[in-house]
């Protein structure tokens, strides 16, 4: 079964995991073997093919990818996070932008017109799962990256978007969601702010993904229950409300990822 990052909005994409951790081996913050453990979390394996100068079938595994990205010119990681409708992140080409959205997330490279797409095929029971990842490596344009904001622009938009997401849960049957839900929803709200990101990044960073995340899992709720909604029009209604909210939550997400980058340029 592929998955992907809309499947649980609680937990971390994958592609954020390789382009904090990548940008912190990058910068010489982390040892190589370190940053593939972090992005390997609890999955099975990931390997990476279709490197420039790779064979059709050539399969590496994460510390020596990233050994080779290096090698390429690469200075650093973007996370993308693209949506229908919406290219977060994303430079094209357009094959390389539909591999992206069907995956719900990418990682760009700064430095190399290089992008790498995630095929996850998880497996095993509900609450033991684990997954075998692929990273598919293939060019892109260079490009601004689309409707990517600055951390300060993200944070701003969070302030209002977390306040709204939190009005629309309060006003929802939210036990109409069900209990996995619930129980997942618990579970991140007892997550600390040890888990995010990787060394290197700002403090401002950490704390707006975290924001983001809990914007998300909130979003997460109000969608998977009915609550007071009735009809379909007040559903649809509803969901005409969320969808600009996910927005937001995504696209700080990018933000925070993308800071440890930013504020490198910056200087």
């Known amino acids: 079964m592929l998955a992907t990052p809309a499947d649980n909005p609680y937990e971390e994409p994958r592609s954020g995991r390789l382009a904090a951790w990548g940008n912190a081996l990058l910068a010489g913050l982390v040892p190589p073997d370190n940053a593939a453990a972090a992005v390997l979390g609890a999955d099975e394996s990931h ?130 969601a069900g209990p996995e839900a619930l129980r997942a929803l618990e579970a991140y709200r007892r997550r600390g702010h040890d888990e995010l990101l990787a060394p290197g990044y700002p403090p401002r960073a950490v704390r707006v993904l975290e924001s983001a995340r809990q914007v998300a899992a909130l979003l997460s709720i109000a969608s998977g229950s009915h609550g007071a909604a009735v009809s379909a029009s007040e559903i649809a209604a509803r969901q005409a409300v969320l969808a600009p909210l996910w927005r937001t939550a995504r696209r700080a997400q990018v933000a925070a990822y993308n800071a440890l980058v930013d504020e490198r340029e910056e200087r």
């Open 47 to 176: 390997r990476v093919t279709g490197l420039p100068g790779d064979g059709p079938d050539e399969r590496h595994g994460l510390t020596w990818a990233l050994g080779r990205l290096r090698v390429l010119g690469v200075q650093g990681l973007r996370l993308a996070l693209p949506s229908a409708g919406h290219p977060l992140g994303l430079t094209g080409p357009a094959p390389f932008n539909e591999r992206a959205m069907a995956a719900g997330e990418a990682v760009l490279a700064v430095g190399a017109p290089l992008g790498l797409v995630p095929e996850a095929e998880v497996f095993g029971p509900a609450g033991d799962r684990s997954a075998i990842v692929l990273w598919r490596c293939s060019e892109v344009n260079d490009a601004p990256p689309a409707d990517v904001p600055s951390l300060h622009e993200a944070e701003f938009e969070l302030t209002d978007g977390l306040r709204r997401a939190t009005l629309l849960l309060t006003r929802l049957d939210v036990a109409g």
